[in-house]
């Protein structure tokens, strides 16, 4: 199990190989894209913040997940300014089956959401600025 928070482009290719075996028929990934839009206002770009403890909260997701699927997981999570087309969240997971991978990965995203601290500054288009997640 790998998992991070970095405030480096994340590379897809890397946390697939931390979690890939020639035992897995599938491999479920899920990246979080910024979009350019939220709640029907224009958005232009994203500061994402993590509170100090927020990478040992994504490391507990991460192992919590991986433990009641019996699977391996991988998941990094970036911080800082991202504009619109930058990679957010990474997560991935290998399985011998594409079942049981799209749930657990599907579970570890919601995981992540709603139990690790991090918070983004939506920068929106027609100019000011909100907090999502806090």
């Known amino acids: 199990m790998i998992s991070f928070i970095t405030d480096t482009p994340l590379?897809?290719?890397?946390?697939?190989?931390?979690?890939?075996?020639?035992?897995?028929?599938?491999?479920?990934?899920?990246?979080?894209?910024?979009?350019?839009?939220?709640?029907?206002?224009?958005v232009s770009s994203l500061d994402y913040q993590a509170h100090p403890d927020a990478e040992r909260f994504l490391a507990e997701v991460c192992a919590s997940v991986a433990a009641q699927h019996g699977l391996r997981v991988a998941a990094a999570h970036r911080i800082g300014h991202l504009e619109i087309g930058d990679v957010a969240l990474i997560a991935v997971v290998a399985s011998a089956h594409r079942a049981e991978a799209f749930a657990a990965c599907a579970e570890l995203v919601e995981q992540i959401k709603t139990r690790v601290p991090i918070w983004k500054r939506q920068h929106l288009a027609n100019g000011p600025s909100e907090w999502v997640g806090l």
């Open 11 to 42: 590379d897809r290719a890397a946390l697939e190989a931390a979690v890939r075996t020639p035992a897995d028929g599938a491999v479920v990934v899920f990246e979080g894209v910024i979009r350019d839009h939220d709640h029907g206002d224009g």
